[in-house]
């Protein structure tokens, strides 16, 4: 079946715009996460969603960064007034449902280039 | 705080030679350990995971993982390394307990090149 997609796969973008990214997971997953991978972070959580539960935000950097997830399927990361420092790669995982012990499918990522 | 370290930024090994990649982690209950490698331009792909239990753990592509609880450790091994094999290999614990998310908690990857 179908994997987890994301679009666009690559995105470049001037410092100080906005920039939406997108995430369709597995149907059925009700668990969906976000991560970055940037040179000098490493790969680090960003957020989850979990069904109708209110997300665990904990993993943003700034209130740039903010995310949703209509109808518990797709997800968006906005990323406002964009800086050199986003530049990364922006991974979307799915699972279901969210726990540690059910194993989280990746998309292909996002690489995000500010310029 | 959790956290997941790999020693080696990058390994070389000749194809066929086998190969063994680093782990350590920091977590205050029993971790939920997971080994993942991302081949270029792709996404993260699951090799192996251990959650109990037998602490050498079996994985895809003829990988294994073994959990040292004493030394903190959850080293990759493979004994025959293919050209195939080329990637980005990284080391990550799951955050469980009362929040129970599965959020992981990666190391900074060991980037392994094959030579012929």
């Known amino acids: 079946g179908a994997g987890v997609s994301q679009s666009p796969s690559n995105k470049v973008t001037e410092k100080g715009k906005d920039v939406e990214l997108r995430c369709d997971p597995i149907?059925?997953?009700?668990?969906l996460y976000w991560y970055r991978q940037s040179l000098g972070q490493g790969l680090e959580f960003l957020i989850y969603?979990?069904?109708?539960?209110?997300?665990?935000k904990s993993g943003l950097p700034s209130d740039r960064f903010s995310a949703e997830r209509t109808g518990g399927s797709v997800s968006t990361l906005t990323i406002q007034r964009t800086q050199q420092e986003d530049s990364a790669v922006y991974l979307c995982?799915?699972?279901?449902?969210?726990?540690?012990?059910?194993?989280?499918?990746f998309g292909p990522g996002t690489r995000l280039t500010v310029l | 705080a959790q956290s997941v370290t790999q020693p080696d930024i990058h390994i070389t090994v000749s194809e066929g030679a086998s190969l063994e990649l680093r782990c350590n982690y920091s977590?205050?209950?029993?971790?939920?350990l997971f080994w993942y490698v991302q081949s270029p331009g792709q996404g993260l792909q699951l090799l192996l995971k251990?959650?109990?239990?037998?602490?050498l753990v079996q994985g895809i592509k003829g990988f294994e993982a073994e959990f040292k609880r004493s030394q903190s450790s959850f080293n990759l091994r493979k004994p025959s390394v293919h050209w195939s094999d080329a990637a980005e290999y990284f080391c990550?614990?799951?955050?469980?307990?009362?929040?129970?998310?599965?959020?992981?908690?990666f190391g900074q990857g060991t980037t392994l090149q094959v030579k012929p």
């Open positions: 149907s059925g997953h009700t668990a």
């Open positions: 977590y205050g209950a029993t971790p939920y």
């Open positions: 251990y959650f109990s239990g037998d602490t």
């Open positions: 995982a799915s699972s279901t449902p969210g726990t540690v012990t059910n194993e989280q499918f």
């Open positions: 969603f979990q069904g109708n539960s209110a997300p665990d």
């Open positions: 990550a614990v799951g955050e469980h307990g009362s929040s129970n998310t599965g959020k992981l908690i």
